[in-house]
């Protein structure tokens, strides 16, 4: 579907305002159960992130961090959607995505600090977030290179049988690399099950996407060239991008090939903790986070007849679970340097081998 959103010209730039009517999908056919779920999974992505931040003024996170505020929605829709064999690939803003597979927080936070009770035992840090068992298949620093490597994995799904699918989550910058535009002609060629989703957030990096691309959807504009469907979504709702991924996945599941979704969001910060983001104009900024996924799904549910006490007690539990994986994250240790040597190669070594 195409959004009713606004569009005001803004010197050189282009403001895209958010959809006003929030009311959209208190009608879907979702069980009520699916959409608390939803509800917990936004709660533990946006109160993960704000403890990420608050841990990283304080010195703590190692490196440089990208967050998801303001776009869980998309993590949570998918994740909800997916089949716990079904694999995902993310970019180094992974946070989200990794904890939407059902990771959990402790080690993920202690991946961030550096520590040996990481996810993986300190040595990739914020941007590179893996997890086989879950189906994890690594935060990718490098713009557009997972997507081929998504078709890969889609491609072995395929040839095994296994009904698994791949879900591949960009940024709006991939889509003027080349990866892109070859990972989309692939996959539609061998029919790959695999779903590409662009998180669309406006900019690249420090740039609006829309004053260096040639189509006003970066990604939605040029999947008729690979013969699919241009797909638009919201989103910041939850339930919209939930529907969607189902869908999108039953299709690849089927055998029917890839899918392509554009789903426009906003980051309630900069690109990185090192950026103020003062590029963006404060009444996009302003209004994007009046249209901000949590409280806009928590009035949904609110329509639907949930008591806001039991809302309430999610929140409650949530936070309580963010705090103890603060203490258990800080409480482990720093890794040991020889650690540095291992898992290079197949046989766990760091020896040259011919």
């Known amino acids: ?74 993590s949570a829709g998918f994740g909800a959607a997916m089949r716990a064999d079904d694999l995902t690939f993310a970019t180094y803003r992974g946070h989200a995505h990794t904890l939407a ?64 699918v791949t879900v591949c989550f960009f940024g709006d910058g991939t889509t003027n690399i080349g990866a892109f535009h070859e990972a989309l002609n692939y996959a539609a060629v061998y029919k790959l099950p695999v779903v590409f989703v662009c998180e669309n957030n406006l900019y690249m990096e420090y740039t609006s996407i829309a004053d260096i691309t040639a189509v006003a959807h970066p990604a939605a504009d040029r999947a008729a060239a690979y013969g699919l469907q241009s797909q638009i979504i919201d989103g910041n709702d939850a339930d919209e991008v939930y529907g969607t991924a189902t869908a999108a996945i039953e299709r690849a599941r089927r055998g029917e090939g890839p899918s392509l979704v554009e789903a426009l969001t906003y980051r309630h910060g900069g690109h990185s903790r090192a950026d103020p983001g003062k590029y963006r104009p404060s009444a996009e900024v302003e209004a994007w986070k009046q249209y901000d996924p949590i409280p806009v799904y928590r009035g949904r549910l609110l329509r639907l007849g949930v008591d806001e006490a039991d809302l309430d007690v999610i929140d409650k539990e949530v936070a309580a679970a963010v705090d103890l994986a603060t203490q258990e994250a800080i409480a482990g240790d720093l890794p040991d340097p020889a650690s540095a040597f291992t898992d290079l190669w197949a046989d766990g070594g760091s020896s040259w081998r011919n």
């Open 1 to 74: 579907m195409r959004l009713p959103l606004s569009e005001h010209g803004y010197g050189t730039h282009q403001v895209v305002l958010p959809p006003s009517d929030q009311t959209r999908h208190d009608n879907d056919e979702i069980p009520l159960q699916k959409r608390l779920d939803l509800y917990r999974s936004l709660q533990e992505m946006r109160q993960f992130e704000k403890r990420a931040y608050d841990l990283f003024m304080r010195q703590l996170v190692k490196g440089t961090s990208h967050l998801s505020l303001g776009m869980e929605a998309i």
């Open 101 to 164: 597979r059902g990771v959990p927080m402790t080690p993920v936070l202690a991946e961030l600090l550096g520590r040996s009770n990481g996810l993986m035992a300190g040595k990739g840090g914020s941007m590179h977030l893996t997890s086989v068992e879950h189906g994890v298949l690594g935060s990718y620093a490098i713009i557009g290179a997972h997507l081929t490597i998504a078709n890969g994995a889609a491609w072995s799904a395929q040839y095994r049988g296994s009904g698994q």
